[in-house]
């Protein structure tokens, strides 16, 4: 596998929930894969409606989630996700979003919104170093059947 990733960059979740639903910079769009949904049906014991809608035309994902009338996804209460067992892949992802070309060559990048993410060598946060964005990209691969990413 053949990655980029950014360098000296370092993380820990501050728990404040920005990322489970809409700012005043940014709609969110929680995207889920059928897998995703499955699981967190499960998880959750409701039925998909109840939580997501079907989209189409944003391959591989098949669903949205539900957010509040705040904003907020559904299963975000006091800044804590109710399913983080579960959670999508999407969310698993974040800070960081996974893009890759048709040569197998895939691109790390990191948000500049999250107040977890402390770029540079040092700082708060634990640095995280290739193996943390291999364990991501074959965690993606596993979730789309091995393939296209």
Do not use: W
Not at 58 to 69: L, S
Not at 114 to 130: D, R
């Amino acid at each position: 596998m053949r990655f980029d990733y950014p360098a000296d960059v370092r993380f820990s979740c501050s728990k404040c929930g920005l990322c489970c639903g809409d700012t005043n910079k940014k709609v969110r769009h929680v995207l889920l894969l059928k897998s995703d949904a499955e699981r967190i049906a499960a998880e959750a014991k409701r039925e998909i409606v109840t939580f997501a809608s079907e989209i189409s035309e944003k391959t591989p994902y098949v669903y949205e989630m539900h957010k509040d009338p705040s904003g907020k996804c559904v299963f975000l209460q006091e800044n804590g996700c109710t399913i983080y067992e579960a959670r999508p892949l999407i969310c698993r992802f974040y800070p960081f979003e996974l893009s890759g070309d048709k040569k197998g060559f895939f691109t790390f990048r990191v948000t500049d919104e999250c107040p977890g993410v402390c770029p540079g060598a040092t700082g708060v946060g634990k640095k995280l170093a290739a193996s943390y964005f291999r364990a991501l990209l074959e965690l993606a691969r596993a979730e789309l059947n091995d393939g296209d990413c």
